[in-house]
């Protein structure tokens, strides 16, 4: 079932059941009042990740704060997405589009990776889970993936779980076509690997592409940027091997 696009949704840590009532936080209040401009018993969409997403009612109380009745389910909660989404971090604001888009995308676990050519090592982690966040509630996607804390590249392979086949990004394949590789792929269970801004070493991609669960792809003729190679390398994948089939 797809989102309704026409109501503001919101993410909440509460729990969510039919009837209750639970104020909403200072930033929200404020988005919602001043910003949306949402007043008495105006309809809302509330998820926690939880719960799945329920129709809520507001109630301002005051000028500051407002209460959130939830009224009826409107969506079950989907089972998560089981894509291992692995990315060198970038800087600030191409980190963000990239997690926002990752997410639009239907990743459904983060994994920052620390490569050799990263160029960003001190990753904020909050700042990482709001942009989850924000793109979850911008595109109705009701299972918000987690964020887990950074690795190296030779521990992330080193604890991959053997029946996970992971799609690394590799700028320098000898083709262009990522589609014969990617039909190849025999396995349910996915991860994708995109490097950082200076791309790979030349050593980590001899490592890569000896290990048996580790398939390279190409991404066209073109080298692409990090972030755009997320969305390509993302958008091929999800076609062929994932949920948009
Ligand atoms: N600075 C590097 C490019 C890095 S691009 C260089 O000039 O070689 C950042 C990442 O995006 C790469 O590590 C790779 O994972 C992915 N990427 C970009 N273009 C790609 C392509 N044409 N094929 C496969 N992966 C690509």
Redesign the pocket.
Known sequence: MRANYKLARLFVDNPIIAGIEFESGPEQTHYLTNVLRLGEGDALLVFNGRDGEWLGRLKPRGRKRAFIHIESQTRPQPPAADLVYCF?PLKQGRLDYMVQKAVEMGAGLLQPVI?Q?CQVTNIGMVRIQANAIEAAEQCGVLAVPQCRSPVKLVALLEAWEQDRRLI??????KT?N?VPALQDIREDKLGL????????SESEREKLRKLPFVT???????????D???V??LTILQAIKGDWG
């Open positions: 060198a490569t050519h690394f990004c590799d700028e320098d394949s262009n990522p690997l995109v490097g950082p801004e200076g791309g790979f390279a792809i190409p991404l066209g003729p073109r080298i692409l940027r990090a755009t190679a997320a390509a390398a």
